[in-house]
């Protein structure tokens, strides 16, 4: 099937697609811009709608398409804000619970505009917040022509809710950015190594927001085991959020050889630094730590929930959710076993170059919207 949209032959003109972002995780917004780029490079007209700190973060103007600052609130102004964005465009992609919402109202009475939905991840709630967020994901995934999930349960998940088509994505890998480093590695390891204070011990590296669901509190219980080895590992956690406070209070109280560093933008210098990736979260779709941990030869230890078995395959140590022994224990056992440990960078390495590449990823997106915006035969 050709693409009417990358090459608008019969001088049709070039689709016009609109990309929302909400408050954009690192994964989402990556991704947002690595598909503007390969949209723009086969044709396509993109605009990008997202708050202005993601612009400046992501440079979404840089790779060729248009940005229109819209706050993440629901309000009637960001609202009024994305419908104007919108209206002359074929088709909607919004990214994200929040966002996905936000389109649906800006579209709402236009019925004649695809919603496409990618899910990244999955939210939180408890009690009755837990209520509306089920209700929230049901109007998304009623609304959307298309719900791709980026991990198989997210496709499952989308299905309960009422979506009439979901599909798994093609996601990329989001290339790290920043400046290239043009340093010496071993230097960079080294120096990365002395200024957290781990020049001859093992360094365990973490990396998230501090919010319950993440499973630091189980990171912790099991940081306690490590404390009887010789040397002692140091465990670094970067991230920022809620539990900051009872965190650091534990650590001090029980003289836990944890370190918490806050939000850092070196985060793949520190993880090419440590000698092991550790991820204790209770849910996971195509987690961005363990994407970066196999690319860069660090050996993972993740527990066996969400879309992390489908994603690292046999290339890391699963473990149970809430399991801080089997976690100690696991760590324990991979730095006593440097032929285990070296098993595991070569795997994670075979393992990376499965995932779906830029041009996969835009393929599948660009296949999705020609279906969506072809025109239909009579009677069909």
């Not at 390969?38 to 709608?49: D, P, S």
């Not at 189980?218 to 900051?244: H, K, N, Q, Y």
Request: glycine letters at 8%.
């Amino acid at each position: 099937m050709s693409h009417v949209s990358s090459h608008s032959p019969q001088g049709q003109s070039p689709l016009r697609t609109v990309q929302v972002l909400g408050g954009g995780s690192a994964g989402s917004s990556a991704h947002v811009r690595s598909l503007a780029s390969g949209l723009v490079a086969r044709g396509v007209r993109v605009t990008v709608c997202a708050p202005y700190e993601a612009d400046r973060a992501y440079g979404f103007t840089g790779v060729g398409a248009q940005h229109v600052p819209v706050p993440r609130s629901s309000d009637p102004a960001s609202v009024a804000a994305l419908r104007a964005a919108c209206a002359e465009a074929d088709l909607v992609h919004a990214h994200g619970l929040h966002a996905a919402l936000r389109a649906a109202l800006a579209l709402s009475g236009r019925r004649h505009t695809p919603l496409v939905v990618t899910w990244h991840t999955r939210s939180y709630a408890e009690g009755a917040r837990a209520h509306l967020l089920r209700m929230l994901e049901r109007r998304v995934a009623r609304a959307a022509a298309v719900v791709l999930g980026t991990s198989s349960d997210l496709v499952d998940r989308a299905r309960s809710r009422g979506a009439r088509d979901a599909r798994l994505a093609a996601v990329t890998f989001p290339a790290p950015r920043g400046p290239v480093e043009f340093e010496d590695p071993d230097r960079l390891r080294h120096k990365a190594r002395a200024e957290l204070g781990a020049t001859d011990r093992p360094l365990l590296m973490a990396v998230g927001s501090l919010d319950r669901h993440r499973g630091y509190e189980t990171l912790l219980d099991a940081a306690r085991t490590w404390r009887g080895l010789d040397p002692m590992p140091l465990l670094v956690i970067a991230g920022e959020g809620p539990l900051r406070a009872v965190l650091q209070r534990r650590i001090e109280d029980e003289e836990l050889p944890v370190r918490l560093v806050g939000r850092r933008d070196d985060i793949t210098e520190l993880l090419a630094a440590a000698d092991l990736a550790l991820l204790p979260s209770s849910w996971e779709s195509r987690s961005v730590l363990a994407q970066e941990a196999l690319h860069a030869r660090v050996p993972l230890v993740a527990t066996d929930v969400g879309g992390i078995p489908e994603l690292v395959g046999d290339a890391a140590e699963l473990v149970p959710y809430g399991d801080a022994r089997a976690l100690a224990e696991a760590v324990v056992r991979l730095l006593e076993d440097p032929v285990r440990r070296e098993w595991l960078q070569e795997r994670g390495v075979q393992q990376a170059a499965t995932w779906p590449t830029e041009d996969e990823t835009v393929a599948q997106v660009l296949s999705v919207y020609d279906e969506l915006t072809q025109p239909r035969p009579l009677g069909g």
